[in-house]
């Protein structure tokens, strides 16, 4: 059964870094391509960053330069380091294997 | 970066009602267009891949339609758990974007 649990939540001050795991079971990180989705409160989706199983990655333009995707192979978990974090950075972050399976989501709050 | 329009913004319907989505992109996504349910507190569920392959364990009153800029999603016969707010989604290019969502409300 394909298992994704996002960590690594909280409340954060603008400027701090954070980073979120994503642990996946039932399947390897490496062999599919997997994301990072969130969701600001009360608010659509937005996709933030990817990875690829030849390990390609892309970012959206709002978190270029600040955020990193990674993946673990042997911890079989993804993962995002978020620095320089703002307040517009607020959400949901979910992660996700292809379309179809999604974590829980984790939140984060960056404020003052 | 592609941009998703969804309309209408809400839908107010029945329970038994169809219901018709509709997705227009900015460009042609060819075929690369998902459909998801979103509940309160939920993630995302995917319904609906490459257009009109239903997702595992979707139910068949689920059907996409759609290529190029203009995609629907109909649901042929509404349950009580369908009423949701629903995402479209393209995978053609980078950054991947969602549309706004319809919210889906029982009338």
């Known amino acids: 059964e394909v298992q994704l649990v996002e960590s690594g939540g909280g409340l954060i001050q603008p400027g701090g870094s954070l980073r979120l795991s994503c642990a996946a079971s039932?399947?390897?990180?490496?062999?599919?391509?997997m994301s990072w989705v969130r969701q600001a409160p009360g608010k659509g989706l937005e996709w933030v960053s990817i990875i690829y199983s030849n390990g390609r990655t892309y970012y959206k333009d709002s978190v270029k330069g600040r955020f990193t995707i990674s993946r673990d192979n042997s911890k079989n978990t993804l993962y995002l380091q978020m620095n320089s974090l703002r307040v517009a950075d607020t959400a949901v972050y979910y992660c996700a294997r292809d379309q179809e399976y999604w974590g829980q989501g984790t939140l984060v709050t960056v404020s003052s | 970066e592609i941009v998703l329009t969804q309309s209408p913004a809400t839908l107010s319907l029945s329970p038994g009602e169809r219901a018709t989505l509709s997705c227009r992109a900015s460009q042609s996504v060819s075929s690369f267009l998902a459909w998801y349910q979103q509940k309160p507190g939920q993630a995302p569920r995917l319904l609906i891949y490459d257009a009109s392959k239903r997702a595992t364990g979707i139910p068949p009153r689920f059907t996409g339609s759609g290529s190029g800029t203009d995609f629907t999603l109909t649901i042929s016969s509404l349950e009580p758990e369908d009423f949701a707010v629903y995402y479209c989604q393209q995978r053609y290019d980078w950054p991947f974007t969602f549309g706004q969502g319809t919210r889906l409300q029982i009338k």
């Open positions: 039932g399947f390897s990180v490496s062999d599919n391509y």
